[in-house]
């Protein structure tokens, strides 16, 4: 409650401006109506102070521009009465066009600070929705530390097409999910929802990683093709890049399924191998297509000390202004010895530094270490 008096007087002023601001209307009133009434007679500097409101929409909401509105028409009035001519068309005039521009630079805030806030509810609900869909990643699973990253390419989105997630099984061991769907908007929104609570749903039940995998094909093929005709049914464009892994406490290795989804990395010491599994099947949505029915399991050594990446290609595929693309590979050694936030927060800051700021795809990373038991 104590807070309550600060929060009411900060609300004024726009996000990222300072009070100290309001110097420079509330200045140049003071300037304006001293220097004019010290002027000559035919000097008329009444007509500067439409600029006091002007400036004040830049960084304060509709109060504060009406203050200044008023006290520029109460600089001019005065200025009338100090130099006598008060009842002159010109200062009447100017009195005038002063209260109207004043009005309308308050209509201006308000407009602005109704969208402002009609946008600040959407960001709510989209974050809502973000921690729904795509919920952090527990930092520790039984001798795995986990960290995740996600980075939307438009900056007003909280979501796109690009996710991960992971759950624990009865088997005392962590499996994972990173993948990424086709296309970008709602439609790719709605489809990694799918995607996930189809994951959430079966990885812990499902006894063996081929089972999962087939599971997440059926579920997410029938839920985008459910209502198409049936001649449209083998035309079904919906489908997502994935890696799916199960990594046991008690034994050293990582065993993993690819779905046309770029490779994982391990990082041992300076040394990075890429897990490239012998047989890649198609991407998710497409196995019933071709009557997949079974998923190989590559099995890689993952032992303690070990960092784990797993990427999406909106990583790899980020290119600078001069089209260069990021060198993934070869940073990611040096980051080797970081905890996996650490090393997310390094990477975050070093590929938005290549591409200046601006993504053109989504992007998500993984980083598992595994730890003693």
């Known amino acids: 409650m104590a807070l309550r008096p600060w929060l009411d007087f900060r609300r004024p002023w726009r996000p990222g401006h300072s009070p100290a601001l309001a110097v420079i209307p509330l200045g140049l009133i003071v300037t304006v109506c001293v ?11 009444g007509p500067l102070l439409v600029a006091a409101p002007a ?3 830049a960084f304060a909401d509709a109060g504060v521009t009406a203050l200044m509105g008023a006290l520029a028409v109460a600089a001019q009035v005065l200025i009338g009465v100090l130099r006598g001519v008060l009842d002159t068309a010109n200062i009447q005039a100017q009195v005038v066009a002063l209260v109207v521009v004043s009005v ?10 109704r969208r402002e806030q009609q946008l600040h509810r959407v960001r709510s609900v989209a974050e809502a929705a973000q921690s729904v869909l795509l919920q952090p990643l527990p930092t520790r699973t ?10 939307p ?16 099984t009865d088997h005392h061991s962590t499996r994972l999910l990173i993948g990424d769907v086709r296309g970008n908007g709602l439609a790719a929104i ?3 929802a799918l995607l996930l609570g189809a994951f959430r749903a ?18 997410f093929r029938w839920d985008t093709s459910q209502w198409r005709s049936q001649t449209g049914q083998d035309t079904n464009e919906d489908f997502a890049t994935a890696i799916l892994l199960d990594i046991p406490d008690h034994d050293p290795v990582v065993h993993l399924i690819s779905c046309g989804h770029p490779p994982a990395l391990l990082l041992r010491g300076k040394r990075l191998t890429p897990l490239t599994p012998e047989a890649s099947h198609l991407p998710i949505g497409f196995g019933g297509v071709f009557g997949i029915t079974a998923y190989d399991v590559q099995t890689f050594p993952f032992g303690v000390g070990d960092l784990l990446l797993l990427y999406t290609d909106g990583v790899i595929e980020a290119r600078d202004p001069n089209g260069l693309f990021y060198p993934f590979t070869e940073r990611a050694p040096a980051w080797t010895k970081d905890e996996p936030d650490e090393l997310l927060r390094r990477l975050q800051d070093d590929l938005l530094a290549h591409v200046h700021g601006h993504l053109d795809d989504d992007a998500a990373v993984v980083a598992i270490r595994r730890l003693a038991v």
């Open 35 to 45: 220097v004019d009434v010290l002027s000559p007679p035919h000097i008329h500097l």
């Open 190 to 192: 709605n489809n990694s």
């Open 153 to 168: 390419a438009e900056e007003e989105a909280d979501l796109g097409g690009d996710l991960y997630a992971a759950a624990r």
């Open 202 to 219: 079966a990885a812990h039940r499902q006894a063996t990683l081929p089972r999962l995998a087939i599971h997440l094909d059926a579920a």
């Open 104 to 113: 309308v630079c308050v209509t201006v805030c308000v407009v602005r600070d």
């Open 55 to 57: 400036i004040t929409v």
């Open 142 to 151: 039984g001798p795995l530390r986990i960290a995740g990253l996600y980075l």
